[in-house]
């Protein structure tokens, strides 16, 4: 009996303690159930853009790995199958939700003044990326980056964009953040055990960040590609206009030269 009470108290105290915030503490206490709810939520509920996306899926693949046990505590190994199977699947269910709502309700589900939780500024981000990459580029590129995956969802389904075309791009995009993430985190574990043993938790801000860098390369060259290609058009409607001021002089100085032919023949006759 006391026993069963002290375990009771326990668990009561590590769920008062646990900090939603932090990817370590979430897997710990609910383990790859709670990884599908959060992957859930962040891509398909607006009040989910706060969870760690990134830095819980990295975390999920170290915790799938052999050094599970000697980073978060005995019993915590987490499924590799089950992570990679079922974490895309839980990240396109949301998303599908999120496109629903927003070609359910439109812009009444962002009609709403600014909160704690809550920037008109998010909305309009995932619309320019919408808008500047196309609705099947955007789908798969918002998936790696934060605020924008959960937002650009409903934002696609406001806008227009089809669900059976949101749905091949919005898989496409699921399985390359979630297992792409996932594996990183499994094959480096072992190395990462090796380097800082089991304060992982001190390091995964930076690891996360490097890890949303490479994912946003892509974005960075499209930035690049489309300002060459902004700045090229530019340089070829200058040549057009000073081709064509020179082709209209060409011909005023020719109407000129005619006029002044024909009254100089009108002078000597």
Same mark, same amino acid.
């Given at each position: ?52 996306g990134d830095s819980l ?17 005995? &019993?915590?190994? !987490?499924?590799?199958? #089950?992570? @990679?199977?079922? *974490?895309? %699947? ?82 496409? &995009?699921?399985? !390359?953040?979630?297992? #792409?993430? @996932?594996?990183? *985190?499994? %094959?480096l574990a072992d190395q ?53 001021a020179g082709a209209v ?21």
């Amino acid at each position: 009996m006391a026993v069963d009470t002290a375990e009771k108290t326990r668990v009561l105290s590590e769920s008062v303690a646990l900090n939603p915030l932090d990817p370590k503490d979430l897997i710990h206490t609910f383990g790859m159930i709670g990884v599908w709810v959060i992957l859930f939520a962040e891509t398909g509920l607006l009040v989910g853009f706060f969870f760690p996306g990134d830095s819980l899926l990295f975390l999920a693949g170290v915790a799938a790995s052999p050094v599970a046990d000697a980073i978060f505590g005995s &019993g915590t190994r !987490l499924s590799l199958a #089950g992570l @990679l199977i079922g *974490g895309p %699947l839980c990240a396109i269910a949301g998303a599908q939700l999120g496109h629903w709502l927003g070609a359910r309700y439109g812009r009444r589900m962002f009609d709403k003044p600014n909160s704690r939780l809550f920037k008109r500024e998010y909305v309009a981000k995932a619309e320019y990326y919408f808008q500047k990459f196309g609705p099947a580029k955007a789908v798969v590129l918002a998936r790696f980056i934060p605020i924008v995956r959960t937002f650009l969802n409903p934002v696609a389904g406001v806008l227009g964009m089809p669900a059976r075309q949101f749905l091949i791009w919005n898989v496409v &995009g699921a399985f !390359l953040w979630v297992d #792409g993430i @996932l594996l990183i *985190g499994y %094959l480096l574990a072992d190395q990462i055990y090796n380097a800082i043993g089991d304060k992982i938790d001190r390091y995964i801000l930076p690891v996360v960040a490097v890890i949303i860098l490479i994912s946003v390369l892509p974005i960075f060259f499209e930035f690049l590609r489309d300002r060459r290609a902004r700045k090229r058009g530019e340089a070829v409607a200058v040549i057009a206009t000073a081709t064509a001021a020179g082709a209209v002089d060409a011909i005023r100085d020719a109407v000129d030269g005619d006029d002044d032919h024909q009254q100089g023949g009108q002078h000597r006759r």
